[in-house]
């Protein structure tokens, strides 16, 4: 079952009102949008983006009837690109944007890209079918130097050093081929000992962000969503890793000393234990929300 992550908290910072219209920048598999159409009820529409495809159909099925009534656009295509998405499908007047920049169940379940390292799937790592580059590309082709910058910065891996010297002398060897390899490959040079997170997570997750140019990406989405809401309009973000939340913190700072946008949480939201039991993707949420007054 999907849960989306500080459902409630996203919802009404985003300030959503009857029959205005809002951008959820991050489909998913349609949690938070299905909110917003309770609220901005009964001419409000909600334009939905998802890079990946199967999500697209997913959101399809599930918004079916709300497509026809012409309430929800659908579009794939990456939140980078959201001044250009929303000028194309002509979707104006836009009160909000909302960014939920956690991986979805499907991502990890079910996409069949390598994302999970916990499964043994293809190395791929990218959201879309059409990526030019992938997580294969960058194992077993880069250099060893590359390998080990981009464990430490975008993963803050301990071992960066050493899981990136092993890469390179197994793929001499025999190529990487799939996540299931690169997850085992990487349990060998942890130490043997209880871990509270998988010794994998932080050199999956760093390659993810690498491959996908997550943050450059982010910057770029915050920029295009700024420019797209009208005055008394909002941006909410749900980021789950230090160097997003460092983007959105900076940006939203930015706008602030502009006096163009007051931030709304002057502490990031995070979820309550009770949520965290519920929902243990949460634990590392932070919900950051600015209001463009100019």
Do not use: C
Not at 33 to 39: D, H, M, Q, T, V
Not at 254 to 264: G, H, M, P
Not at 268 to 290: D, G, M, Q, V, W
């Amino acid at each position: 079952m999907h849960i989306p992550v500080l459902l409630q908290e996203a919802v009404e910072y985003l300030n959503v009102e009857k029959n205005k219209n809002y951008i959820d920048a991050t489909g998913g598999l349609g949690g938070h949008s299905e909110e917003i159409l309770k609220r901005n009820y009964p001419k409000g529409k909600v334009l939905i983006i998802d890079l990946d495809n199967q999500a697209i159909k997913v959101l399809k099925e599930k918004f079916a009837k709300e497509i026809k009534n012409n309430r929800v656009i659908i579009k794939e295509g990456n939140y980078k690109n959201l001044l250009e998405i929303a000028k194309e499908v002509n979707f104006k007047k836009v009160n909000g944007v909302l960014f939920d920049l956690g991986m979805s169940k499907m991502n990890l379940e079910n996409s069949n890209r390598g994302f999970s390292f916990n499964r043994n799937e293809p190395l791929l790592m990218t959201y879309s079918d059409n990526a030019s580059y992938t997580a294969y590309d960058f194992v077993n082709y880069e250099s060893f130097e590359k390998i080990r910058d981009v464990l430490r910065n975008y993963g803050e891996e301990w071992y960066a050093s050493r899981i990136a010297k092993k890469i390179v002398e197994k793929r001499k060897i025999k190529k990487i081929e799939t996540s299931l390899e690169l997850s085992q490959l990487i349990k060998e040079i942890y130490p043997k000992r209880n871990f509270r997170i998988h010794p994998a997570t932080k050199t999956f997750q760093a390659i993810r962000i690498y491959v996908n140019d997550e943050l450059n990406n982010l910057a770029r989405g915050l920029d295009g969503a700024f420019k797209l809401i009208e005055t008394g309009g909002t941006i909410v973000v749900l980021s789950y890793h230090s160097l997003e939340d460092r983007i959105v913190k900076k940006f939203f700072k930015q706008k602030e000393s502009e006096k163009v946008a007051r931030i709304l949480t002057k502490k990031p939201i995070i979820p309550t234990l009770k949520e965290i039991n519920l929902n243990p993707s949460s634990r590392s949420a932070k919900l950051r929300a600015i209001k463009k007054i100019k």
